[in-house]
């Protein structure tokens, strides 16, 4: 709409927006104060807000995706060479149980052990005895299979490999019949009753990330669902690609509903470190030099003003100059107003020159 644009009937501008009734005043009135009527208010739909002070919640909404708990992954290797002589596991994603068989070895080296404890053991030395018994530990061997040894008097060409943990298989890298050494690594277990989920927030978004932060989440997947978590790690470096910050989020998961590589929205609660006065977003008119307000001073009385504005969440937006809290401002048909306060007050500049003048 063309502030510009006046006529001295109601009607429409050039662009077919109504005119604003304009009415004279005594001269009393502030510069830039535009007077409207109760039946043009109601026409315009004007609707008026308050400016409240309190703790301006920052959510930030991104998304994630759920993985495993790094904590909770378990690496085997064995400390031997060897080959794999049988594979009792599988697949990825199989159920492990603590103490449960996954694969046997044979091993020169346990082997060669197992025949040093023997012999220590017939020669009843029990400084070699106790040594033997140490290499074999070293060597992996738990002190059930050690035992049974010393009782049978049997080498085992054949040693089992036990899970030490519950979890699920993360990582499979061995088939029957391969040669491993002790820097392949055999398979993982990994456990899910609690997941991360990484996120990624944009760069401008990075400062307000504290670890600690309250975090909720939904999945697709399971709809009707919150989970509640908390930041857990912000890493050190955006990517340079997509401008944006990594941050790791903990969940609880007992019932193993969240399963890794699941899709994940979270709403990332950030608060400011005070209170802040702040008004509706919609209420901002913002332009190229400045954003402004149209304040509501009562009895169809309106007056645009300049504001600093600070942070934005959701739909409030941090106001740092320009208001006061409880003052009220326009959230509707402010941009009709705030054209003609402008002009008013150009006009108000360019009589009281032309006023000061007369009366020298």
Do not use: C
């Not at 502030?3 to 050039?14: C, I």
């Not at 009792?88 to 994603?93: D, L, T």
């Amino acid at each position: 709409m063309d502030a510009n644009y006046r006529r001295d009937e109601p009607g429409k501008s050039p662009m077919g927006m109504d005119l604003v009734p304009v009415y004279a005043d005594d001269g009393s009135t502030e510069d830039g104060v535009v007077k409207i009527s109760p039946t043009v208010e109601n026409n315009l739909g004007v609707r008026v807000s308050t400016v409240k002070k309190g703790i301006l919640d920052r959510t930030i909404n991104t998304v994630g995706y759920v993985s495993f708990d790094e904590e909770k992954i378990f690496h085997i290797h064995t400390r031997v060479e060897g080959w794999v002589e049988r594979l009792h596991v599988k697949s990825v994603g199989e159920t492990v149980k603590k103490g449960q068989k996954l694969f046997e070895l044979y091993s020169p080296d346990l082997v060669n052990a197992q025949e040093e404890l023997l012999t220590a053991l017939k020669s009843q030395n029990n400084i070699l005895i106790s040594a033997s018994r140490s290499r074999l530990r070293f060597l992996g061997i738990g002190d059930t299979q050690i035992e049974r040894l010393e009782k049978n008097r049997k080498v085992r060409q054949r040693i089992d490999i036990f899970s030490e943990h519950d979890g699920f298989l993360n990582e499979l890298n061995i088939r029957e019949g391969m040669f491993i050494k002790p820097a392949t690594d055999v398979l993982s277990i990994g456990q899910i009753d609690t997941v991360w989920v990484i996120a990624e927030v944009f760069e401008q978004q990075s400062g307000w990330i504290k670890t600690g932060q309250h975090v909720d989440m939904t999945v697709g997947a399971l709809p009707g669902v919150t989970w509640n978590g908390s930041v857990d790690y912000i890493y050190p470096v955006l990517d340079a690609s997509t401008r944006t910050l990594r941050v790791r989020v903990r969940f609880e998961n007992q019932k193993e509903q969240l399963k890794p590589n699941m899709y994940a929205r979270l709403d990332i609660h950030a608060e400011t470190a005070k209170e802040t006065l702040f008004i509706p977003r919609e209420a901002v008119i913002r332009s190229g030099r400045m954003d402004r307000v149209v304040k509501s001073l009562g009895e169809g009385r309106y007056l645009s003003v300049a504001v600093k504005t600070g942070i934005e969440s959701d739909n409030a937006v941090e106001i740092l100059e320009g208001l006061q809290a409880n003052e009220k401002i326009v959230t509707s048909a402010q941009f009709l107003i705030d054209s003609e306060s402008s002009l008013t007050a150009s006009f108000e500049r360019m009589r009281k020159p032309s006023s000061e003048s007369g009366d020298m």
